[in-house]
């Protein structure tokens, strides 16, 4: 067999990061810097996020033309300080999902990360039908990134990694809030 024969063919892979320990969104922005040491083109859609000011919106603008941040959500439903309806959360996550299948097939992406898609169907503003189809549509060469807690049994059957991020011990037990640069 030569060496030809022996290489294996690359595939894109359908990555998860789940759980309700902290690091999911850190994980696949992890993998946003790998990626761009090989010249990749990144995609990143928030589907959940979009209210608050955090670190990574900044962070991520550096990337550019590399990499391109799409901010989606109206922010967390129905926690701290939402006071938009569920229709308005619903609008704008079908919003982030068209957007999810239009740049997963464009062509121009090496890896596309969809953020907190895994909540935006946990909560019912994505549907479990459009998750399956939105995975269905991953053309074979793309690398598509998932993240966010309670992701399906489904989901977690296609996927070729699953990483689930547990929650051990966090500073917010000892009183300790947010830091920026660290958690936002």
Same mark, same amino acid.
């Given at each position: 067999?030569?060496?030809?024969?022996?290489?294996?063919?690359?595939?894109?892979?359908?990555?998860?990061?789940?759980?309700?320990?902290?690091?999911?969104?850190?994980? &696949?922005?992890?993998?946003?810097?790998?990626?761009?040491?090989?010249? !990749?083109?990144?995609?990143? @859609?928030?589907? @959940?996020? $979009?209210? !608050?000011?955090? $670190?990574?919106?900044? $962070?991520?603008? +550096? #990337? =550019? %033309?590399?990499?391109?941040?799409?901010?989606?959500?109206?922010?967390?439903?129905?926690?701290?300080?939402?006071?938009?309806?569920?229709?308005?959360?619903? &609008?704008? &996550?079908?919003? =982030?999902?068209?957007?999810? #299948?239009? +740049?997963? *097939?464009?062509?121009?992406?090496?890896?596309?990360?969809?953020?907190?898609?895994?909540?935006?169907?946990?909560? $019912?503003?994505?549907?479990?039908?459009?998750?399956?189809?939105?995975?269905?549509?991953? %053309?074979?060469?793309?690398?598509?990134?998932?993240?966010?807690?309670? &992701?399906?049994?489904?989901?977690?059957? *296609?996927?070729? #990694?699953?990483?689930?991020?547990?929650? @051990?011990?966090? %500073?917010?037990?000892?009183?300790?809030? =947010?830091?920026?640069?660290?958690?936002?």
């Amino acid at each position: 067999m030569d060496a030809r024969e022996n290489k294996q063919k690359e595939k894109g892979l359908l990555i998860v990061y789940t759980g309700h320990g902290k690091g999911k969104t850190t994980a &696949a922005l992890g993998m946003t810097i790998r990626a761009l040491g090989y010249g !990749w083109q990144v995609c990143i @859609i928030q589907f @959940i996020k $979009g209210s !608050w000011k955090y $670190g990574e919106m900044d $962070g991520i603008k +550096k #990337l =550019a %033309p590399n990499v391109e941040l799409n901010i989606m959500g109206e922010g967390f439903v129905g926690i701290i300080d939402d006071n938009k309806s569920f229709e308005e959360h619903r &609008a704008a &996550a079908r919003k =982030a999902y068209d957007l999810a #299948l239009e +740049k997963m *097939q464009s062509g121009k992406y090496n890896l596309v990360i969809l953020d907190e898609l895994n909540v935006a169907v946990s909560l $019912g503003l994505i549907t479990r039908d459009e998750l399956q189809e939105l995975v269905g549509k991953k %053309p074979e060469q793309l690398h598509l990134v998932i993240t966010g807690r309670d &992701a399906t049994e489904w989901l977690i059957g *296609q996927a070729d #990694l699953v990483t689930e991020m547990k929650e @051990i011990k966090h %500073p917010y037990q000892k009183g300790i809030l =947010a830091q920026k640069g660290v958690d936002y």
